[in-house]
């Protein structure tokens, strides 16, 4: 169990910064910070997936609390207007706790009232429980509901013309705020409503703000819904885009409870691992009617074929989710084109980015461990099989973005003005890191695609086929060896160009030469390049994506959308990093890196207490005391802390 004390939540600078994050399986999501108080665009009580999982809308951004209690009142609610954080609830903040779900303690005036929080796992719904733990007689609960209904990215403000008009009946809310715009719905059992709408102007959400972008909104209130509780009373509210009638917050509650304890079933008692195993849940959402597929990252990704299939091993094979993972699989197989799979998938019905050259290897190593894990030869070899014969064809006679394969063996990527590897940072027509040419972690994906279908092939008895592309793995392989060795430095080139021209940036990339499931590169080698990627670019959190000796080297990821783009992979720590490096001190130094893998662990842990509370930031910067950064909940750098803790038993 995950806790921030009244020492925390009371101090506004700090309590600010830290974040909890509720999520339904479709795409949506319910999130703000601990105090309540909205530090985003993307914060909001109700995120709906309109078209799952995708179509997100923020439908409502907030409901804020009073509590009237012998003719006082407190308001439970924090905002910042710029000028003033009005009103200040957070004073009244006992104790926020992160366990199944997100639980807050208020007390003021002698009432004790305990709020929890939850999403309906393939709805649009948010439920809210309020217990009064403790009142000396009945209070009344004021709700103050906050509406946005504007896409995810957006901002609101007074002059779009929300509708004013609210039904309110039976004790529920219910408003459509555009024209063919979702319902909001706000039910709330034995409850009045006074009518009284409003704008309310100028909220300020700091983090956007610190990103250099818009960052005042303005928000609809229609009114307050009123309730009356005593001591030991508990309300159920359920806040969504499908009518309420009929539903009780409490059995939904208790329904989502039993999905959570579920996901911990049989699995380590560890609290590190059991954070990891809810928070990895998050990511793993519908795609269709019958597919599933990864959210890279909350709050502002959809789904990548690089991040999914990285991630499918921890989040849906150690996690025993191998429906999951087939459903997964499957849904990128049917998006393949050209013998690539999308780099992702877009908003609004756009068609899908293949602008990547190594999502579509990493799909080779998450069919292999599928394989390895559920022994599902007749899906692999009957419906991805033929898919992977397709991309290697199509890989050897070239596809976009002059994809293809070399005579030397290796596999060739890059055109002007396209950034297709990981480190995809692009500002207007600047490709910050392009990489152009054969860079090193995609020679060991592709020799790693190389090897899996052979072994696949000769699985199915296609031995004369199996054996040639054995020998092509082979041929890559000596290649690698003979062009990408950095002597001096000890460790190999990032990239060797069109010219054969190397790059002597050392960077974490050529860690996935060690550690996937066919090196290529081991003993001293091995050793020497762990030994300098560990000397210069380990922390805590993650790794760096250049040595602070490097003069490209930014140590602090923050400013403009320009300044952070320019130096997103050039110093700044990346948390998924840190599998492939367990990865690596577990083959090349055996039990002595084993026993280090787990103090790497240990070190890591203090950050599921900071950022978003039980789970695993993008990045962070790489300067002490590295800042947790971008994106709140990164699906990678959850699934493979998950990955390396189980598979490694480092727990």
């Known amino acids: 169990m995950l806790q921030k004390n009244k020492a925390t939540l009371t101090n506004y600078d700090e309590a600010k910064q830290l974040e909890w994050l509720e999520t339904n399986g479709l795409g949506g999501w319910a999130s703000s910070s601990i105090i309540g108080c909205n530090t985003r665009r993307y914060h909001g009580l109700l995120v709906a997936a309109t078209k799952p999982p995708t179509g997100r809308m923020v439908m409502?951004?907030?409901?804020?609390?009073k509590?009237?209690?012998?003719?006082?009142?407190a308001e439970l609610g924090t905002n910042n207007f710029g000028d003033a954080i009005n009103p200040a609830g957070y004073h009244f903040l006992a104790q926020f706790t992160k366990d199944l779900f997100p639980e807050w303690v208020y007390e003021v005036n002698g009432i004790t009232l305990k709020k929890t929080i939850a999403m309906v796992h393939g709805e649009n719904t948010t439920l809210i429980v309020y217990t009064a733990v403790k009142a000396a007689k009945a209070f009344t609960l004021q709700l103050q509901p906050f509406i946005a209904a504007r896409d995810y990215h957006q901002l609101q403000n007074n002059e779009s013309g929300l509708w004013w008009d609210v039904d309110f009946e039976n004790g529920i809310f219910k408003n459509q705020p555009f024209a063919h715009s979702p319902f909001v719905y706000i039910s709330v059992p034995g409850s009045t409503y006074e009518h009284e709408p409003n704008w309310f102007n100028h909220f300020n959400y700091d983090e956007e703000k610190g990103r250099g972008l818009d960052y005042k909104e303005d928000l609809l209130n229609h009114g307050t819904i009123s309730v009356t509780l005593k001591k030991g009373q508990s309300i159920g509210i359920i806040v969504s885009t499908e009518n309420p009638a009929g539903k009780d917050a409490f059995a939904l509650l208790e329904k989502e409870t039993a999905l959570r304890k579920a996901l911990l079933h049989k699995q380590p008692e560890n609290e590190t691992i059991k954070q990891l195993l809810l928070a990895a849940d998050q990511f793993i959402v519908q795609r269709g009617d019958n597919l599933k597929t990864?959210?890279?990252?909350?709050h502002w990704f959809t789904d990548w074929g690089r991040d999914t299939m990285i991630s499918l091993p921890g989040l849906c094979l150690c996690t025993g989710r191998f429906d999951d993972a087939k459903k997964i699989i499957a849904a990128f197989a049917n998006s393949v084109s050209e013998g690539m799979l999308p780099n992702r998938f877009q908003d609004h019905d756009e068609p899908p980015q293949y602008n990547n050259v190594d999502g579509t290897l990493w799909f080779f190593i998450a069919v292999y461990k599928y394989l390895a894990a559920t022994k599902d030869t007749a899906f692999v070899f009957e419906e991805i099989l033929p898919m992977l014969a397709d991309i290697m064809d199509w890989h050897f006679k070239g596809t976009r973005y002059q994809i293809h394969a070399t005579a030397d063996g290796l596999l060739y990527a890059g055109e002007q003005g396209q950034q297709l590897t990981w480190m995809d940072a692009k500002i207007a027509d600047w490709v910050v890191t392009p990489r152009m040419g054969k860079p090193v972690e995609v020679q060991a994906l592709w020799y790693n695609a190389l090897r899996i279908y052979s072994e696949l092939l000769h699985s199915s008895h296609q031995m004369e086929a199996a054996a040639h592309f054995a020998a092509q793995a082979t041929l890559a392989k000596v290649s690698f060896k003979k062009l990408f060795w950095y002597a001096e430095g000890k460790y190999l080139y990032d990239v060797i160009d069109k010219n054969n021209v190397p790059d002597t940036s050392l960077r974490p990339n050529q860690l996935f030469a060690?550690?996937?499931p066919f090196p290529l590169l081991e003993g001293e080698d091995a050793k020497a390049v762990l030994k300098i990627?560990?000397?210069?670019?380990?922390t805590p959190?993650?790794?760096r994506t250049l040595p602070t000796s490097d003069l490209r080297y930014v140590g602090v990821y923050a400013g403009s959308v320009i300044k952070r783009d320019s130096?997103?992979?050039?110093?700044?720590?990346?948390?998924w990093l840190l599998g492939a490096y367990i990865d690596a001190l577990i083959k090349v130094r055996g039990t002595k890196g084993k026993a280090q893998a787990k103090e790497v662990v240990k070190?890591?842990?203090y950050h599921l207490e900071e950022g978003c509370i039980g789970s695993v930031s993008e990045i962070f910067d790489a300067d002490i005391p590295h800042q947790p950064k971008g994106c709140i909940a990164q699906a990678w750098g959850v699934a493979e802390w998950l990955r390396v803790m189980k598979e490694y038993k480092l727990y």
């Open 60 to 65: 409502v951004s907030k409901i804020d609390e």
């Open 67 to 73: 509590i009237i209690y012998n003719g006082q009142v």
């Open 294 to 298: 990864v959210i890279a990252g909350y």
């Open 514 to 516: 060690i550690c996937l």
């Open 533 to 538: 990627v560990e000397e210069k670019l380990y």
């Open 541 to 543: 959190i993650g790794l």
């Open 567 to 575: 130096c997103y992979h050039q110093g700044t720590a990346w948390s």
């Open 603 to 605: 070190e890591f842990t």
